[in-house]
């Protein structure tokens, strides 16, 4: 029951502190591109808030799917947040929940949110944005678990604390050439999963309109918008918890280093972010998708081969 | 088991009596067949870890005995638990039909499918096994028939075309295993001593026999044209039990045959080709039915994947392998017939109610058919494996297994395994894709024809009920998962040894990872409270939200403006196209008229495999046609020739 309990604390530290991030990354950008951007910090906060005063628009077509978008949106990331062992980081209890398979297809779950309310909005761009997100998936699930995998299949089981645990007391890590190259194809694929800006399409406002957020708006368009930086959230949180997992013992000094940690690759993410073009789904995405599949495929020759 | 199978009988023969009473017939005969599963479900539940057997017409040929061990218990459980819903389901549904065809040999026949379905599997003999097997491909065969359209005769000809190749490679496999064991019945097949050759030759010919019912890759072509094809009650029945019965046949071959480790290697490959396959030919169907049904060849390919792995795990002498692997074939066994079955119904209510198939007239349901939709969705969620619903649960396991077998010190072992987990993974993705797809297609967004919109309504209650008691199973076997390990361990302990699955209401594997679907359960209600409490904490605006057409860019929204099931895939589509070979046809009418846009993909496989094999017999036919020229000279000529040719043999002999 105890990692009940650190679930909800993780997550609602971590909602409270996201947006704050989220605020020092666009303040990043802005000052990237020579811009003055942001007031300060705590913008985000601001945009959150206030959206929740406005009132809310909608299209006459949608049905329940639609309506409780944002809400399921909101939990499911959440849910993939109380999935990373940050505070429960001894309690191998918890694998019952915290386990890399549940994680992924609390992702898949996420993503059908996703899709089936683009499509219920009746939206013709958010249809056309939901059906990309859906083939951004599909370019990355298999990068993703192959190089999840390699992690697996090095530590003998899906439970996210043993692995955690293994990791930290050396059992298995960097040492393994296979552990070393996974970790690189997974970087890439958790940093499209978080969909950040050159691989973003949930919010590509400029060819989209918004995407697929396209008929949210008051309320509804806040919390979709904060499930997507929860969502970006989970995916380092995961990268974090696999291959960087170093912290501290006690489970709230271990929340303070893990927002930390997450703070600085989200923010650092923006350099990423700023000098990446946009990609075309079906030419240069796809072409840069192929290196990291390669690498991950390495990664697995060396296991397979028992480097 | 024999007041069950009396009970079906007596709805076969009750119905057929009523045949005057044409409506009175069909809710007879469907209730008969509700009430005899309804107590079928409980008894084979009861009786699951016990063997029973009777035999009747002791001079009959062959003396038949009907033996149910455990195993043939839990499959007979999953016949009886889908028959339950789509007789439920069809009460009302049948009448449909009424002016097609009688409802009282359409309800007999659909008692007598169920029961040969629950014979075969209990027979103990290899002549009463063919005998019912023969029976259950003809009696769908003709269900089928039901539906009297252009394409029905066409599809009920491709199905029993593959269904005799199928047959014909099963008794085979029996006759060669019987001549090696000196009898016909399956007791003597336990301790049969086998060459590795032979041994190899029966399971390639019973894998290749039983993979053709069940659909796999590449005999799966006739499933997309037979499922759609049927009344829904029955699709429900083909698609989500009569395939599994062909994987019965499969694992019942593995436990009498001494299994090598290529053989489970070669089971996990095939299986990861149908589902990597059958759900990208799912995806780019139009035909909501079609697409239904290539999901059965993925789902058959998971189920595969689990087989494989179990028998990979007897003849590699690893127990616990064998255990989890048969387990989670099991357990993928039942949630595909629940979620597949739920989902058929489904789609036989959009049918009902609105009377195409095309996903693309459809749209906007949900309004109207809320109770479907929302059937609809939870089956949606379960077959994408969507925590904590069952489908999750069975993937789950099959991925412990996969990984298991994966850590073994064989190099082809491990490629084998690794490259199937990533098709495995790679298949959740494209799932997710294809029912996002399908429901928020059929059931979301604005109508697109305003005509068939205004006619649909929310289907009559006993259809409701068939579907609602499904939908309970998806969300049972999800969260009940401790209970249903539990139960299919009962039945792997009857031919492999098991390990500790259980501990509380959490599930283990043999590698020690631990889920809990509970535990999932209440970690996303509390997490459906965050954004509840966000939103009254921020005391948000909720004020009723203002209603418009969706933002169009400032044009006029057009339904036609939305989202459709082609372009959802078109990006897919075009990136695979050298699978799926789509032509496009682009019609321009002039200005004033829309342009006319169609894409159709095809099943590449048939032109492949099939056509040139049609095509070569229809050519030797004609050549062999020229000899039938209706001389009786020529006639005595051929006789004579034979005798000649029979001499000559023997005299060489």
């Not at chain 1, 209890?93 to 089936?116: E, K, M, P």
Request: hydrophobic share 55%.
């Amino acid at each position: 029951m105890s990692s009940i309990f650190f679930m909800i604390i993780q997550v609602i530290a971590i909602v409270l502190v996201a947006p704050l991030f989220d605020g020092m990354a666009r303040k990043l950008r802005a000052k990237l591109q020579s811009r003055e951007g942001i007031p300060d910090f705590f913008q985000t906060y601001r945009d959150i808030y206030k959206l929740m005063k406005r009132a809310r628009t909608g299209p006459n077509c949608a049905h329940w799917v639609f309506k409780t978008g944002p809400y399921t949106l909101f939990a499911t990331g959440a849910a993939l947040l109380a999935a990373i062992p940050i505070t429960y980081s001894t309690n191998t209890f918890a694998g019952a929940y915290s386990d890399i398979l549940v994680f992924i297809y609390l992702g898949a779950l996420l993503r059908f949110i996703f899709g089936a309310t683009s499509i219920d909005s009746g939206n013709p761009f958010a249809g056309v944005g939901g059906g990309r997100e859906q083939i951004i998936g599909i370019f990355v699930e298999p990068v993703m678990m192959i190089s999840l995998l390699v992690v697996i299949l090095l530590a003998s089981t899906t439970n996210l604390v043993e692995i955690q645990h293994m990791v930290r007391t050396g059992q298995i890590g960097y040492q393994t050439p296979a552990f070393a190259v996974a970790s690189i194809s997974f970087l890439w694929a958790m940093y499209v999963e978080a969909g950040r800006n050159p691989y973003d399409l949930a919010e590509a406002e400029q060819e989209l309109q918004e995407g697929v957020l396209g008929e949210y708006s008051g309320s509804d368009f806040s919390l979709a918008h904060a499930a997507l930086i929860l969502k970006q959230f989970a995916m380092i949180g995961l990268f974090l918890t696999i291959f960087e997992p170093w912290n501290f013992e006690n489970p709230f000094l271990a929340l303070i280093g893990f927002i930390f940690k997450a703070g600085v690759f989200y923010v650092a993410a923006v350099f990423i972010d700023n000098f990446g073009p946009r990609f075309k789904i079906l030419t240069s995405f796809k072409n840069s998708a192929i290196p990291p599949l390669i690498v991950s495929f390495i990664a697995l020759i060396l296991y397979v081969v028992g480097v | 088991m024999t007041q069950v199978y009396f009970l079906y009988l007596i709805g076969c023969v009750i119905s057929l009596l009523l045949y005057k009473q044409n409506r009175i017939a069909g809710k007879i005969g469907f209730s008969i067949s509700a009430i005899a599963s309804a107590y079928a479900v409980f008894y084979f539940l009861m009786n699951l870890g016990q063997t029973s057997s009777f035999s009747m017409f002791e001079s009959l040929l062959y003396s038949p005995k009907f033996i149910l061990n455990p195993l043939g218990n839990f499959f007979s459980f999953v016949v009886s638990l889908i028959s339950l819903a789509s007789s439920v389901y069809a009460i009302q549904y049948s009448q449909e039909y009424e002016n097609k065809g009688s409802l009282a040999v359409m309800a007999s026949m659909f008692n007598a499918f169920i029961l040969s379905m629950l014979l075969l599997i209990s027979s103990s003999d290899v002549f009463w096994f063919i005998i019912f097997w023969e029976c259950m491909t003809i009696i769908s065969a003709y269900l089928i028939c039901f539906n009297d359209s252009k394409t029905s005769l066409k599809a009920i000809m491709i199905y029993l075309g593959i269904a005799h190749i199928g047959a014909m490679c099963i008794t085979a496999a029996f006759l060669l295993l019987a001549s090696q064991s000196g009898s016909l019945e399956f007791s003597s097949f336990e301790n049969v001593t086998l060459s590795p050759i032979m041994a190899s030759i029966i399971f390639i010919l019973a894998f290749i026999g039983f993979g053709s019912k069940a659909g796999m890759f590449p005999m799966h072509v006739w499933l997309p044209k037979a499922h759609p094809a049927a009344p829904t009650n029955v699709s429900a029945l083909m698609s989500g039990v009569m395939i599994k019965i062909a994987i019965f046949g499969i694992i019942k071959f593995c436990l009498w045959l001494p299994v090598m480790q290529w053989w489970g290697l070669l089971i996990i490959v095939v299986g990861a080709i149908s589902a990597i396959l059958g759900v990208l030919y799912a995806l780019v169907q139009h035909d909501y039915k079609a697409l239904l049904a290539y999901h059965s060849v993925e789902n058959i390919g998971i189920i595969l994947l689990g087989i494989g792995t179990g028998v990979y795990g007897i003849a590699a002498n690893m127990p616990t392998l064998a255990a989890v692997g048969f387990l989670a074939g099991l357990y993928h066994i039942l949630n595909h017939a629940t979620f597949k079955g739920l989902l058929f119904l489904g789609a036989g209510s959009v049918l009902y109610s609105t009377h195409t198939k095309d996903m693309d007239a459809l749209g906007g349901l949900a309004r109207k058919m809320p109770l479907t939709a929302f059937a609809f969705l939870i089956g949606s969620l379960s077959i994408t494996a969507i925590p904590p619903l069952n489908g999750f649960i069975s993937e789950w396991f099959t991925y412990q297994g996969m990984i298991q077998g994966a850590l073994s010190e064989y190099v082809s072992s491990r490629v084998v395994f690794t490259i199937s987990i990533i098709a495995l993974a790679l298949t959740g993705a494209l799932a997710i894709m294809c029912f996002v797809k399908v429901y928020s297609v059929i059931f979301g967004g604005v109508p697109r024809d305003q005509k068939i919109f205004q006619k649909a309504k929310e289907v009559p209650m006993t259809m409701v009920i068939g579907m609602f008691i499904l939908v309970a199973g998806c969300v049972a076997f999800g969260l009940g998962a401790n209970v249903v390990v539990e139960n299919i361990m009962l039945v792997i302990s009857s031919f492999s040894k098991t390990y500790n699955a259980t501990n509380g209401i959490i599930v283990t594997s043999p590698i020690g990872s631990i889920v809990s679907p509970v535990l999932i359960a209440v970690v996303i209600v509390v997490s459906l409270l965050l954004p509840l409490l966000i939103v009254k904490l921020s005391k948000a605006n909720k004020s009723k939200p203002r209603l418009t057409d969706p933002w169009a860019c400032g044009f006029k929204y057009d339904s036609r403006m939305q989202m459709t099931a082609s372009p959802f895939t078109g990006d897919l589509r075009r990136l695979l196209n050298w699978l799926y070979k789509s032509e496009t046809k682009v019609i321009d009418q002039g200005y004033f008229k829309p342009v006319v846009y169609e894409t159709h993909a095809k099943d590449v496989w048939w032109s492949y495999l099939y056509e040139p094999v049609i095509k070569l017999t229809l050519n030797t036919a004609k050549f062999v046609a020229k000899m039938q020229n209706g001389n009786v000279n020529a006639y005595s000529l051929y006789i004579l020739l034979a005798l000649c040719l029979f001499v000559g043999i023997s005299y060489i002999i």
